[in-house]
């Protein structure tokens, strides 16, 4: 008997062809399609790797009005050793409400309509790793009771610009095992709204291109990284995470700071304080607060108005740089106060040498000795700055020099008081 030509299929082709109706590409019988897979489910055969389901696939809880069309319904209790493994979906799946005896295994699975998983209880791990999710997705109120695996996943949609295209995970459940989102692009909106991660959820590495919602999340652990995130220069994605939305990156740092300090990890609490301010004060927000507007027809804001809530984010943007950000890191930076310490003294330290503005002549290294008891304010009197530019300097200086250990004071005393 001829078998279907691929690779592990016991499947009898159809005449005039070398692979079977399961695995045969679009188009193809959508009723002859059903009646070989029912057949194959009646002796118990439950692998359906590499199938391609010209119809959709329900559970019989879903809500799918034309039930006379030819579609496929899975049993419920769905058994174990059902595998989706590199299936292609090209109609929609609604599995809602359903449970899984066993593993549900879907890694590399294709679903070019909407895939709805509601309600549907994962009784062990489930894996949908590097899963195309190319129209609506929902896991809202799934139970993942041994945790699940989405690891290189594409989320995306019809049109990742409409409001309506969105992956939802509102109100899922992982309870003892991990949840692994690692590598995974969002091109829609991600909503993980009242979710709760009992065991860790993992996203490094993870795209959010629109948007992420993590109000009201619960875990024990969040993950974005080896050693991350921090607030380490030089260090490559020192966030581990993106998001295309400043709001959507305060929602998740918030979160991710307060399980790290529930944990005690005072480390990358203030890495998660420091990108969740970074992310608050971005001019990004109110560009996006105007395309919004826009976007969704409400009233126009005047061109005029519109520059100048730029503008004022922008002077925002560029005070909170130089007097927070860059020499404190938000209070939780102590490495970078010191070099802020040193940078103004050499700075001044130079332009005095260079530019000759003091009483006496003096050697680079009474050049330092100034401006290191200028910046500290201590003035001993015996080297004084010119009239004119070189009083200029040493009162920046000076005014610089106070502000800084004002700042100094606040970052040991916010050490201390952990």
Not at 204 to 218: L, S, W
Not at 250 to 259: D, G, P, S
Request: hydrophobic share 40%.
């Amino acid at each position: 008997m001829r078998k279907c030509a691929v690779k592990g299929c016991d499947q009898k082709p159809g005449p005039g062809n070398s692979i079977c109706i399961l695995h045969r590409p679009m188009p193809k019988d959508g009723d002859e399609f059903v009646r070989v897979l029912n057949g194959r489910i009646q002796e118990g055969k439950f692998d359906c790797s590499g199938f391609v389901f010209p119809v959709p696939v329900v559970s019989p809880a879903a809500d799918w009005p034309d039930r006379g069309s030819a579609v496929v319904v899975l049993p419920d209790p769905i058994p174990y050793g059902f595998s989706f493994d590199n299936a292609v979906f090209c109609a929609s799946v609604t599995i809602e409400y359903a449970t899984f005896e066993g593993w549900a295994e879907f890694n590399g699975a294709e679903f070019r309509d909407s895939a709805v998983f509601t309600g549907t209880v994962f009784g062990q791990f489930c894996h949908f790793n590097r899963c195309s999710f190319l129209s609506f997705t929902s896991f809202a109120n799934c139970h993942f009771p041994e945790g699940g695996a989405f690891a290189g996943c594409l989320f995306s949609g019809d049109d990742p610009c409409d409001e309506e295209e969105t992956a939802f995970f509102d109100n899922a459940t992982f309870e003892n095992g991990f949840a692994c989102f690692g590598g995974s692009r969002f091109e829609v909106e991600g909503s993980f709204y009242c979710c709760r991660f009992d065991q860790a959820i993992e996203l490094a590495g993870v795209r959010f291109e629109r948007g992420a919602n993590f109000a009201y999340c619960k875990a024990s652990d969040v993950v974005v990284g080896y050693r991350r995130p921090t607030t380490l220069p030089l260090v490559v994605q020192r966030r581990g995470v993106s998001f295309g939305s400043s709001e959507s990156e305060q929602c998740f740092w918030r979160f991710a700071r307060r399980v790290y300090e529930d944990q005690g990890d005072r480390a990358r609490a203030d890495a998660a304080f420091y990108f969740e301010r970074v992310a608050e004060v971005s001019p990004r927000g109110v560009q996006e607060d105007l395309e919004y507007e826009e976007l969704t027809n409400q009233r126009r804001t005047p061109p005029i108005l519109a520059a100048l809530r730029i503008a004022l984010a922008w002077a925002r943007w560029s005070a909170d740089c130089l007097l927070l950000r860059w020499p404190t890191a938000y209070g939780v930076g102590l490495a970078r106060l010191g070099f802020t310490w040193v940078g103004v003294v050499v700075l001044f330290a130079l332009l005095y040498r260079t530019l000759g503005v003091l009483s006496e002549s003096v050697t680079l290294g009474g050049a330092f000795y100034f401006s290191i008891s200028t910046f500290t304010t201590l003035g001993y009197g015996d080297i004084r700055p010119l009239p004119g530019l070189g009083s200029a300097l040493s009162s920046t200086e000076a005014l610089l020099g106070g502000v800084t250990m004002a700042l100094t004071v606040l970052v040991i005393g916010r050490r201390f008081m952990r």
